[in-house]
Protein backbone atom coordinates (compact mmCIF):
# COMPACT_ATOMS: atom_id res chain seq x y z
CA UNK A 1 0.00 0.00 0.00
CA UNK A 2 1.33 3.78 -0.64
CA UNK A 3 0.96 6.46 1.66
CA UNK A 4 -2.30 7.72 2.74
CA UNK A 5 -1.81 10.96 3.19
CA UNK A 6 -3.32 12.94 -0.18
CA UNK A 7 -0.82 13.93 -2.03
CA UNK A 8 -1.78 15.18 -5.30
CA UNK A 9 -5.64 16.81 -5.92
CA UNK A 10 -7.47 14.80 -3.32
CA UNK A 11 -5.65 11.22 -4.13
CA UNK A 12 -4.18 8.95 -1.90
CA UNK A 13 -0.99 8.43 -3.24
CA UNK A 14 0.62 10.22 -6.81
CA UNK A 15 3.57 7.54 -6.74
CA UNK A 16 0.99 4.88 -7.96
CA UNK A 17 0.12 4.67 -11.68
CA UNK A 18 -3.73 4.10 -10.83
CA UNK A 19 -4.47 7.58 -9.42
CA UNK A 20 -3.43 11.17 -11.16
CA UNK A 21 -0.19 12.35 -9.96
CA UNK A 22 1.02 15.84 -9.26
CA UNK A 23 3.14 17.85 -11.65
CA UNK A 24 6.25 17.02 -9.64
CA UNK A 25 5.90 13.52 -9.72
CA UNK A 26 5.06 14.01 -13.80
CA UNK A 27 8.50 15.38 -13.58
CA UNK A 28 10.28 12.77 -11.76
CA UNK A 29 8.45 10.13 -13.55
CA UNK A 30 10.15 12.16 -17.22
CA UNK A 31 6.24 12.41 -18.30
CA UNK A 32 7.11 16.27 -18.50
CA UNK A 33 10.36 18.24 -18.80
CA UNK A 34 11.88 20.27 -16.52
CA UNK A 35 15.13 22.22 -16.28
CA UNK A 36 16.74 19.83 -13.49
CA UNK A 37 19.77 21.34 -11.74
CA UNK A 38 20.21 17.95 -9.25
CA UNK A 39 18.60 14.61 -8.38
CA UNK A 40 19.79 11.45 -5.85
CA UNK A 41 17.74 8.67 -5.07
CA UNK A 42 15.37 10.69 -2.31
CA UNK A 43 15.25 14.70 -4.17
CA UNK A 44 15.21 16.77 -7.30
CA UNK A 45 15.64 20.05 -7.47
CA UNK A 46 14.52 22.07 -11.20
CA UNK A 47 14.25 25.10 -12.06
CA UNK A 48 10.91 26.61 -11.41
CA UNK A 49 8.60 27.20 -14.62
CA UNK A 50 7.65 30.59 -13.55
CA UNK A 51 10.52 31.98 -11.85
CA UNK A 52 9.14 35.00 -9.35
CA UNK A 53 12.82 36.16 -9.01
CA UNK A 54 16.37 36.06 -10.73
CA UNK A 55 17.46 32.50 -9.45
CA UNK A 56 14.23 30.50 -8.50
CA UNK A 57 14.72 26.87 -7.84
CA UNK A 58 12.02 24.04 -6.70
CA UNK A 59 13.88 21.79 -4.05
CA UNK A 60 11.63 18.59 -3.92
CA UNK A 61 10.97 15.09 -2.70
CA UNK A 62 10.84 12.20 -4.43
CA UNK A 63 8.70 10.57 -2.02
CA UNK A 64 5.24 12.40 -2.16
CA UNK A 65 4.32 13.97 0.55
CA UNK A 66 1.87 16.52 0.68
CA UNK A 67 3.33 19.65 2.39
CA UNK A 68 5.44 20.40 5.49
CA UNK A 69 2.99 19.50 7.78
CA UNK A 70 2.23 15.87 6.61
CA UNK A 71 6.06 15.55 7.35
CA UNK A 72 6.43 12.54 9.36
CA UNK A 73 9.28 12.62 12.32
CA UNK A 74 11.44 9.22 10.19
CA UNK A 75 11.27 11.80 7.27
CA UNK A 76 12.56 14.55 8.96
CA UNK A 77 16.43 13.72 7.31
CA UNK A 78 15.00 14.68 3.59
CA UNK A 79 14.34 18.41 4.66
CA UNK A 80 17.91 18.01 6.01
CA UNK A 81 19.16 16.95 2.81
CA UNK A 82 17.45 19.86 1.15
CA UNK A 83 18.56 21.90 3.58
CA UNK A 84 22.11 20.86 2.55
CA UNK A 85 21.61 20.81 -0.99
CA UNK A 86 20.00 24.47 -0.40
CA UNK A 87 23.65 25.55 0.52
CA UNK A 88 25.20 23.49 -2.33
CA UNK A 89 22.84 25.12 -4.83
CA UNK A 90 23.26 28.54 -3.70
CA UNK A 91 26.77 28.04 -4.22
CA UNK A 92 26.51 27.01 -6.92
CA UNK A 93 24.44 29.85 -8.56
CA UNK A 94 26.22 31.92 -6.77
CA UNK A 95 23.80 34.03 -4.32
CA UNK A 96 25.04 32.19 -1.29
CA UNK A 97 24.89 36.02 0.12
CA UNK A 98 21.53 36.85 -0.33
CA UNK A 99 19.23 34.19 -0.78
CA UNK A 100 15.23 33.55 0.57
CA UNK A 101 13.69 29.88 1.05
CA UNK A 102 10.06 29.45 1.32
CA UNK A 103 7.61 26.65 2.24
CA UNK A 104 4.05 27.27 1.56
CA UNK A 105 1.23 25.05 3.22
CA UNK A 106 -2.09 24.70 2.22
CA UNK A 107 -3.74 26.65 -0.89
CA UNK A 108 -4.43 29.85 1.94
CA UNK A 109 -0.79 29.99 2.04
CA UNK A 110 -0.25 29.97 -1.48
CA UNK A 111 0.70 26.19 -1.85
CA UNK A 112 -0.81 25.45 -5.40
CA UNK A 113 1.39 22.10 -5.82
CA UNK A 114 0.63 19.61 -2.93
CA UNK A 115 3.94 17.49 -3.26
CA UNK A 116 6.00 18.98 -0.83
CA UNK A 117 9.09 21.10 -1.82
CA UNK A 118 10.63 23.98 -0.95
CA UNK A 119 11.39 27.18 -3.12
CA UNK A 120 14.79 28.94 -3.14
CA UNK A 121 14.73 32.39 -4.60
CA UNK A 122 17.28 34.73 -5.33
CA UNK A 123 17.67 38.48 -6.91
CA UNK A 124 15.00 40.33 -8.02
CA UNK A 125 11.17 40.14 -6.79
CA UNK A 126 10.59 37.63 -4.19
CA UNK A 127 7.64 35.10 -4.09
P1 LIG B 1 3.64 26.42 -4.58
O1 LIG B 1 2.74 27.54 -5.05
O2 LIG B 1 4.38 26.72 -3.32
O3 LIG B 1 2.87 25.10 -4.50
O4 LIG B 1 4.76 26.26 -5.67
C1 LIG B 1 4.57 25.61 -6.88
C2 LIG B 1 5.55 26.18 -7.86
O5 LIG B 1 5.65 25.30 -8.95
C3 LIG B 1 5.20 27.54 -8.41
O6 LIG B 1 6.22 28.48 -8.12
C4 LIG B 1 5.07 27.32 -9.91
O7 LIG B 1 5.57 28.40 -10.67
C5 LIG B 1 5.88 26.06 -10.12
N1 LIG B 1 5.52 25.24 -11.26
C6 LIG B 1 4.27 24.95 -11.71
N2 LIG B 1 4.33 24.12 -12.76
C7 LIG B 1 5.65 23.87 -12.98
C8 LIG B 1 6.38 23.08 -13.93
N3 LIG B 1 5.75 22.35 -14.88
N4 LIG B 1 7.73 23.07 -13.86
C9 LIG B 1 8.36 23.79 -12.93
N5 LIG B 1 7.75 24.54 -12.00
C10 LIG B 1 6.40 24.59 -12.02
Do not use: W
Not at 60 to 65: A, G, L, M, V
Request: glycine fraction near 8%.
Amino acid sequence: MGDQRGCGQGTKDCSREKISKTIFQKIIDRELPAEIVYEDEEIICIKDKFPQAKVHLLLITKKCIPSIHDLEESEYPLMVKILKMVKVLAKKFEIEDNYRIVINRGSGAGQTIFHLHVHLLAGGAHK
